[in-house]
């Protein structure tokens, strides 16, 4: 039986592409927690507290994104459409949409066992994370 | 080659694996419903026009608001139990526990949601 991989230095551990998106799906989690927790006290500090309620503050939290406000009571939308928030909504997505899609390919692999299947499904994934991200970041921008 | 684990689908759901199956079937489902709204979501938004808006106006409907916030708030939750307890390895041992914290933090926290969307949608 070969020695197990805990008790190796991460050096001869074969850091391969999955060990890394392994931790990456970690790490883009705490990001994600990072981004919300900014982005809800940011909307406090904005004054949420007497404008918004809790689904509509928690919304703007999962993505700080303008049009997340229009329906609440906020009297003004500039600050809320600042290129801050839109930097912040752009990072939750791409972050958002890489462990997302990742996910997806994990959940794939439980099902579709062939080389060649699992081969089309990372072209795929691929191809979908590619351009929701950029789709994400236009609306993100453009709105 | 491909991988053989020699268990079929009605023995697999057979399975009782108790509170971690269920906080492990949860977040694949919270997970892939997601990928589904937030995919749509952001489709509709980008597309606009008569299609657009009516995806959106499904979004925002109260029953929808609900399953949605329910796929959300449990896979952020859950994950982040799996993130402290991943990286953490040694903590493994409370697995048990930490699904109870868990529980106790997404219970209060789904239902004040839930009260807060309902009472939104039925205008006050």
Request: glycine share 10%.
């Amino acid at each position: 039986m070969a020695e197990k991989s805990r008790n190796l230095p991460i050096s001869r551990r074969g850091l391969n592409f999955e060990t890394m998106m392994w931790f990456f799906t970690r790490l883009s989690a705490l990001g994600m927690y990072a981004f919300i927790l900014f982005s809800l006290i940011g909307a406090l500090v904005m004054g949420a507290r007497t404008q918004m309620n809790f689904a509509d503050i928690m919304r703007w939290g999962f993505t700080p994104n303008g049009t997340h406000v229009q329906s609440t009571n906020v009297p003004d939308l500039a600050p809320w459409v600042a290129p801050l928030w839109r930097l912040v909504a752009s990072g939750m997505v791409l972050l958002a949409v890489a462990h997302g899609v990742h996910g997806l390919v994990v959940v794939a692999d439980d099902y579709i066992v062939s080389p060649r299947g699992r081969q089309i499904v990372r072209l795929i994934s691929i191809v979908v994370m590619l351009s929701m991200s950029v789709v994400g970041l236009y609306v993100i921008w453009t709105s | 080659m491909g991988l053989n684990r020699n268990v079929g689908l009605f023995t697999g759901l057979r399975y009782r694996g108790k509170g971690p199956m269920l906080t492990f079937v949860l977040h694949r489902i919270g997970g892939v419903g997601m990928a589904v709204f937030v995919a749509t979501h952001i489709l509709a938004s980008f597309l606009g026009g008569q299609g657009g808006l009516f995806v959106n106006a499904i979004y925002e409907h109260w029953l929808f608001q609900i399953v949605v916030f329910f796929c959300a708030m449990f896979h952020a939750i859950n994950g982040l139990r799996i993130t402290i307890l991943d990286l953490w390895p040694k903590l493994i041992e409370y697995q048990r526990e930490a699904i109870w914290v868990e529980w106790a933090v997404f219970i209060p926290l789904y239902c004040f949601s839930v009260y807060v969307i309902v009472r939104t949608a039925a205008g006050g």
